[in-house]
């Protein structure tokens, strides 16, 4: 009974530690050196917005992308995931009516990138606003695989709007996935990708477009985990091996 026990303590904090992952709210910077530190800055550095315009969605901070290039980048490391279990979202401020392009994205690189993001380029998902479309909705985009940038129309998709909205996309754990883009709650497209794509490594987060933008954005709560199918599946696995032992 007790290796029963240790057995099941076992997966729940398998399963446990799946859900951490990566997250940051940008609130443990004291300043914009501190942030730059963690953070690699693109063209222009995305700004630490401290003074609390437009309210955050966690006080006190935000990143802001203003009309220049700017965008900020990190490695996650062991908190990388596959595309086919994709969970990414984050709160997007958008500034302004007009099209413009400011978004965020996951990628993988073969290597580390430098100044051009370009080096063993792999696949990038991204959603946001994009003015390559005419449009009066949000934009994802699929890279490789897909048809780049799209409209994320879908009937009950929000038309843009000034303010805050959540973006998020999410894998459903097939070994050929179908990633859905939302936008706050709503889909806006599914996207059927093969088994090769969804064996990708998501392994680099961007936070703004890196490219100049008619309109400005500010970014809150990014987060990156394993989409909730695939904690499901870790426990029910659990589950199995629990059974098997007893019996």
Same mark, same amino acid.
Do not use: C
């Given at each position: 009974?007790?290796?029963?026990?240790?057995?099941?303590?076992?997966?729940?904090?398998?399963?446990?530690?799946?859900?951490?992952?990566?997250?940051?709210?940008?609130?443990?910077?004291?300043?914009?050196?501190?942030?730059?530190?963690?953070?690699?800055?693109?063209?222009?550095?995305?700004? *630490? +917005?401290?003074?609390? =315009? @437009?309210?955050?969605?966690?006080?006190?901070? &935000?990143?802001?992308?203003?009309? %220049?290039? #700017?965008?900020?980048?990190?490695?996650?490391?062991?908190?990388?995931?596959?595309?086919?279990?994709?969970?990414?979202?984050?709160?997007?401020?958008?500034?302004?009516?007009?099209?413009?392009?400011?978004?965020?994205?996951?990628?993988?690189?073969?290597?580390?990138?430098?100044?051009?993001?370009?080096?063993?380029?792999?696949?990038?998902?991204?959603?946001?606003?994009?003015?390559?479309?005419?449009?009066?909705?949000?934009?994802?985009?699929?890279?490789?695989?897909?048809?780049?940038?799209?409209? *994320? +129309?879908?009937?009950? =998709? @929000?038309?843009?709007?000034?303010?805050?909205? &959540?973006?998020?996309?999410?894998? %459903?754990? #097939?070994?050929?996935?179908?990633?859905?883009?939302?936008?706050?709650?709503?889909?806006?497209?599914?996207?059927?990708?093969?088994?090769?794509?969804?064996?990708?490594?998501?392994?680099?987060?961007?936070?703004?477009?890196?490219?100049?933008?008619?309109?400005?954005?500010?970014?809150?709560?990014?987060?990156?985990?394993?989409?909730?199918?695939?904690?499901?599946?870790?426990?029910?696995?659990?589950?199995?091996?629990?059974?098997?032992?007893?019996?």
């Amino acid at each position: 009974m007790r290796k029963v026990f240790l057995l099941g303590t076992a997966v729940l904090a398998l399963t446990a530690g799946a859900q951490a992952a990566f997250f940051d709210n940008f609130d443990s910077y004291a300043n914009q050196a501190a942030f730059n530190a963690v953070w690699t800055p693109g063209t222009a550095a995305m700004t *630490l +917005d401290t003074d609390g =315009s @437009p309210a955050p969605q966690s006080s006190p901070n &935000t990143i802001a992308q203003g009309l %220049d290039a #700017a965008a900020a980048f990190r490695n996650l490391g062991a908190d990388s995931v596959q595309l086919r279990n994709v969970d990414f979202s984050f709160d997007f401020y958008d500034g302004g009516a007009a099209l413009g392009r400011t978004y965020a994205l996951l990628a993988s690189y073969g290597s580390s990138p430098t100044a051009s993001r370009e080096e063993g380029l792999n696949q990038i998902i991204a959603i946001g606003k994009y003015n390559g479309l005419a449009t009066t909705k949000y934009s994802g985009r699929i890279a490789f695989g897909s048809i780049n940038w799209f409209n *994320l +129309d879908a009937p009950t =998709s @929000p038309d843009r709007s000034v303010g805050w909205h &959540t973006m998020r996309i999410v894998g %459903d754990g #097939a070994p050929a996935p179908t990633l859905t883009f939302y936008v706050d709650g709503k889909i806006g497209k599914q996207v059927t990708l093969t088994q090769a794509q969804g064996d990708v490594l998501m392994n680099w987060v961007q936070v703004g477009s890196n490219l100049t933008s008619a309109t400005t954005a500010n970014f809150d709560n990014v987060s990156v985990t394993p989409e909730p199918a695939t904690l499901g599946f870790l426990a029910l696995a659990g589950l199995a091996m629990l059974r098997r032992r007893r019996a």
